[in-house]
């Protein structure tokens, strides 16, 4: 790189355009603080698209005063650095204060994204102690943080509501869990990060003007035109419940597993956050926990549904003080069940290549995911083989058959389908252009990212931006890549994720 490319480089950074918007508050909603420096750090990964969004060259975040400023080494000229407090229900339990525990927001700057504001917050997680770090260390290690690097991305290219992720940065600081690992700082942006456990917090400490100072914020700022609702808290949590229902479809649709769906890790604009231990869906299982820490189930992929309203409920409870009357807030929860099922029978259609609503589609998913389960078929593969198949010649479904254990009772299946699909006189070229536009090809399974980790922690960072050009195209057929699409390897189903990070 030439010196003027390279000056021209550096000032991108240093003149990213910073308010801070969530630091206006008032003092009690955050502690202002700055990053902990760690020693030596050096970049692991970016993302161009997610780079572009606020105007940065991905070559910029190579420079080195990128790299001091997104591992917390250097504070950008205009962050205001805070830790926010928050509280939350986990697993199911009042778990009180949390927070930010290391996780430090450097304020908002100027985005390419429509919705809601055109800004985006600039969060640095893993950047050090906080007063909210109870008992952990500040730090988060390098496996995760490439798991959440890798996943943010991949999630926004699918479609699906999600914070992002800019970069991460490493340091071979040692970090201690079960083994000894190294450090790492993901730069995580969202419009926002204020999450359910954030109104929680105010409610359950009787605080009802930060309760109230919050709900306005959120609405001003990212929900403006529920100013105008006769009851604006009211709208605002039936809107985050519709969105929430939205969410949990998308999730549900694509084999996405949270793991960890605390009222503290749910996001208040119905985006995908905190990404911790989850998982996508390969061999079909409705029961199956990706998080090893969740012995009962709780957050297992055919609970997440339920979940997302139970903690829409959790938030019902949180608003009441603004809303009023109970009936009022139940009425604006109700909203998530019709909102959820539409959605969730709007993507099946769409995965299926139907066109049409008809009175007995229901019965087709449902035997379909029957058919999934009892032959633990691989989620995406399924998915994008059965866009492949064609009306007339079922010779042609060798490779969608090959996925099953069972081949009479998929034939059984792939009947019905095709009756439905002569119903609608559906053609082949226009569905399977259709079907490949929805189910990805590409998705971040676990192994391939434990690959991309495994590399990483001997400093061979090529697999995290190999994987992340795979993630960042899910629906292409990339003929280069064909491996990141085939099925887990053996060593793959010893692989555990659990909640430590
Ligand atoms: P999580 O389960 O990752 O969403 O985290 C739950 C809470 O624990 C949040 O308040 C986090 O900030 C906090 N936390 C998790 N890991 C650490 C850590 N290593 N140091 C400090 N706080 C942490
Ligand atoms: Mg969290």
């Known amino acids: 790189m030439n010196a003027p490319a390279e000056r021209r480089l550096r000032q991108q950074a240093n003149q990213l355009p910073f308010a801070n918007s969530f630091a206006a508050l008032p003092p009690q909603f955050y502690t202002r603080l700055q990053p902990t420096p760690v020693p030596a750090p050096y970049l692991v990964g970016a993302s161009s698209p997610a780079a572009e969004l606020i105007g940065l060259d991905a070559e910029a975040l190579g420079l080195q005063d990128a790299v001091d400023a997104f591992s917390g080494n250097a504070v950008l000229p205009g962050s205001e650095p805070l830790a926010a407090v928050y509280s939350g229900h986990q697993f199911g339990v009042w778990a009180g204060q949390l927070g930010d525990g290391r996780a430090i927001l450097l304020g ?9 504001a055109g800004r985006i917050e600039l969060q640095l997680k893993g950047a050090g102690m906080t007063p909210y770090s109870r008992m952990g260390d500040g730090r988060a290690v390098l496996r995760s943080s490439i798991r959440e690097f890798l996943c943010s991305e991949a999630m926004a290219a699918l479609g699906i509501p999600t914070s992002r992720a800019l970069c991460v940065t490493g340091s071979d600081m040692p970090v201690m869990r079960e083994t000894v690992e190294t450090a790492a700082i993901v730069t995580r942006m969202a419009p926002s990060f204020i999450r359910f456990g954030s109104f929680e917090h105010w409610f359950y400490n009787e605080r009802q003007e930060e309760l109230k100072m919050l709900a306005d914020y959120v609405i001003d700022r990212f929900y403006p035109a529920l100013r105008d609702d006769p009851q604006p808290y009211r709208a605002l949590l039936s809107e985050v419940s519709r969105r929430t229902a939205e969410l949990m479809a998308q999730w549900q649709a694509v084999g996405f ?26 061999a079909f299982d409705a029961r199956h926990i990706c998080n090893h820490s969740d012995h009962q189930g709780r957050y297992s992929y055919q609970m997440q549904p339920r979940i997302g309203q139970w903690n829409c409920f959790a938030l019902a409870q949180a608003l009441l003080p603004l809303v009023g009357e109970v009936e ?31 009175p ?17 078929v691989d989620f995406t593969l399924f998915f994008r083989q059965l866009g492949n198949l064609t009306l007339d010649n079922p010779q042609a479904d060798e490779p969608l ?4 254990i069972d081949r009479p009772a998929f034939d059984a299946w792939a009947v019905q389908y095709r009756n439905r699909l002569r119903q609608e006189n559906s053609r082949d070229e226009e569905r399977r252009t259709g079907m490949h536009a929805v189910n990805p090809k590409y998705v971040l399974r676990n192994y391939l990212a434990q690959v991309a980790i495994d590399k990483a922690q001997n400093k061979d960072f ?17 003929p280069e890549n064909e491996h990141y699409a085939e099925l887990p390897p053996d060593w793959a189903s010893t692989l555990e994720v659990s909640c430590s990070s």
Not at 268 to 276: E, P, V
Not at 341 to 357: I, P, S, V
Not at 462 to 478: G, I, N, T
Request: charged share 25%; aromatic share 10%.
């Open 328 to 358: 009022d807030a139940q009425a604006a929860v109700d909203i998530y069940k019709p909102t959820y099922d539409t959605k969730f029978e709007q993507l099946m259609h769409a995965k299926l290549g139907l066109r049409d609503t008809l």
């Open 360 to 376: 007995d589609d229901g019965k087709l998913f449902e035997s379909m995911f029957a058919l999934m389960q009892n032959n633990h």
């Open 462 to 478: 090529s697999e995290v931006a190999r994987l992340l050009s795979v993630l960042e195209k899910p629906f292409d057929e990339q």
């Open 401 to 404: 058959r090959d996925l099953f």
């Open 257 to 282: 597993m949270h793991g960890v769906m605390n009222t503290d890790n749910m996001s208040i604009l119905g985006l995908t956050i905190d990404y911790g231990p989850f998982g996508f869906m390969e």
């Open 108 to 116: 908002d700057v100027a985005a390419d994204d429509p919705w809601p």
